[in-house]
């Protein structure tokens, strides 16, 4: 089975022997016990999570890691104007939030299969130095060009960064601890969603946009300092077959279609040949996958995982977390600046209460989805979110920053009982070889609901502007909100569909229970 120990500070997580089920054991603090992940008895390690405990300083630099992508996150967009005013080539600063949403979704994949072959620990090192070299050349940007290409390197590091930092939450903490781990992770993000747009907006008016990336300097020296420091793993070296093909035709199929549906309806026609050949590239290439990974020895992403239906279902459940997600958070500011003319701050501050709302519920979602079970607790904050979006689209014409603004907590508090649970329940079903896997398949499906949100969302904006009288006229914005927003309602009760495909059973039944490696 696989060991963690506690060894001079360091968590020390040990996979050199065959893991059976998921079930590992604790040496640490003079007492070594047993644990079983899907048990909801915490007893000896339940009491000891927390900074205090022998896996605190990991939970730090967790934290500490998570927050480099969270307040990235929300940094920039404040900051848009300066930039542009020192940069110029405004039509090009979308591509600044497109390129680096690519490259993070892309790498995903790639980077899940290496986590599980060669360890966590050198991937998520690999991902903050990626990012750290992103920040230090987007500080150094000349033009609007360099810094596109270097907001694709931060991209990279970003797909890295993220999925490691949950899969590693996922084999130091059981079950029942993840349940408390959430309130920390969660807090990082509440956090991030005020600190970010205020540093976005501090640097770029009182000093310089390009602080917004140098501030994350010192921050990924002290994040990779401390995982390197502190977390500790023994994986054993054994040969293995990397599969160049999958890996080949997944990255170009994914950047093809991702890119098309980003840039359809923006930069290209839906119908040009630009957005045809994308298309065509990309599911042309996504067909020769799937045979590709039937013959590999050793699969960048095993079909027979997505296959199993509790995966199908969390993954179905992720892409509608990604798709509503960018819908308010894309299309809320727009709708509040054009039809009533209040000032970014204001619109921004209504759509940071969705950020707000959603650590919230997190952080309380444990107790629930422990006693009630994932399938509960995943409909019942599926439930919440789509009566928050309801009301968006039926309070959409009548525009009003207030009503925006608790909706959008609404939507986040649902969001906060269906995201996390749902990973943790597909967590669960695995063991540490594929555990990598299936918590990058969750944080690309969330990153491609997102990028198809973008181009339906934006599709029916572009659609009813047009056949009305341009988007600087009331009527034509709050029309084409309501139909956004209505549409964002609909992706929510789909999302609501999907959970109630969950298996019925608390989080020890054998409906959660580890399933056998496929290979």
Request: proline fraction near 4%; include cysteine.
């Amino acid at each position: 089975m696989r060991a963690a120990t506690c060894h001079k500070g360091s968590y020390v997580v040990d996979v050199r022997r065959t893991v059976r089920g998921n079930t590992g054991e604790l040496a640490g603090a003079g007492t070594r016990v047993s644990v079983d992940e899907n048990s909801t008895q915490t007893g000896h390690r339940g009491r000891s999570v927390g900074f205090r405990s022998d896996r605190g300083k990991v939970l730090m630099s967790l934290m500490l890691t998570t927050g480099l992508i969270a307040v990235d996150a929300t940094i920039l967009a404040t900051a848009v104007p300066s930039v542009v005013k020192e940069l110029g080539e405004f039509e090009q600063f979308p591509w600044l939030f497109s390129v680096y949403l690519l490259a993070q979704a892309v790498s995903v994949p790639i980077y899940s299969k290496l986590a599980d072959t060669i360890g966590r620990k050198p991937i998520i090192l690999v991902g903050v130095g990626l990012f750290l070299l992103g920040s230090v050349l987007a500080g150094l940007a000349w033009n609007m060009t360099s810094l596109i290409v270097f907001r694709v390197v931060q991209g990279l590091g970003a797909g890295a960064t993220a999925p490691m930092a949950m899969t590693i939450v996922g084999d130091i903490y059981t079950v029942a601890e993840r349940a408390l781990v959430q309130g920390y992770i969660a807090s990082v993000w509440a956090v991030a969603s005020v600190v970010g747009p205020a540093l976005g907006g501090i640097f770029s008016q009182f000093t310089s946009w390009r602080w917004i990336f140098l501030v994350n300097i010192p921050l990924c020296l002290l994040a990779g300092w401390a995982l390197a420091r502190f977390y500790r793993e023994n994986v054993e070296r054994r040969h293995h077959t990397i599969d160049y093909l999958g890996a080949g035709l997944l990255t170009v199929g994914l950047t093809a279609v991702i890119l098309a549906l980003l840039e359809g309806g923006n930069a290209w026609s839906w119908l040009s040949w630009q957005s045809l050949t994308s298309f065509g590239i990309g599911i042309a290439a996504l067909v020769a996958f799937v045979p590709a990974e039937r013959r590999a020895a050793e699969p960048v992403l095993d079909l027979a995982v997505v296959r199993r239906p509790l995966i199908m279902t969390t993954t179905a459940i992720s892409l509608g977390v990604g798709a509503l997600l960018i819908g308010v958070t894309s299309f809320v500011p727009t709708y509040l600046e054009n039809a009533l003319g209040v000032a970014p701050l204001i619109s921004g501050v209504a759509v940071a209460a969705l950020t707000l709302g959603w650590p919230l519920s997190a952080s309380m979602a444990g107790r629930l989805y422990l006693r009630f079970g994932y399938r509960t607790t995943v409909l019942t904050g599926s439930a919440i979110a789509v009566v928050g979006c309801v009301a968006l689209a039926v309070s959409g014409p009548y525009p009003n920053p207030w009503t925006v603004g608790a909706v959008s907590f609404v939507i986040g508090f649902g969001l906060g009982w269906t995201a996390a649970p749902s990973l943790i329940a597909a967590q669960a079903s695995v063991d540490w070889s594929e555990r990598g896997v299936v918590t990058g398949i969750n944080v690309f499906a969330r990153s491609a609901g997102s990028a198809i949100g973008v181009a339906v969302f934006g599709a029916i904006a572009t659609n009813v502007i047009a056949a009305g009288r341009g988007e600087h006229d009331y009527a034509t914005i709050v029309t084409a909100s309501t139909w956004v927003f209505a549409a964002v309602a609909l992706t929510a009760a789909l999302m609501l569909l999907a959970a109630l495909r969950l298996p019925r059973g608390g989080v020890d039944s054998t409906a959660y229970a580890t399933a056998t490696p496929t290979r």
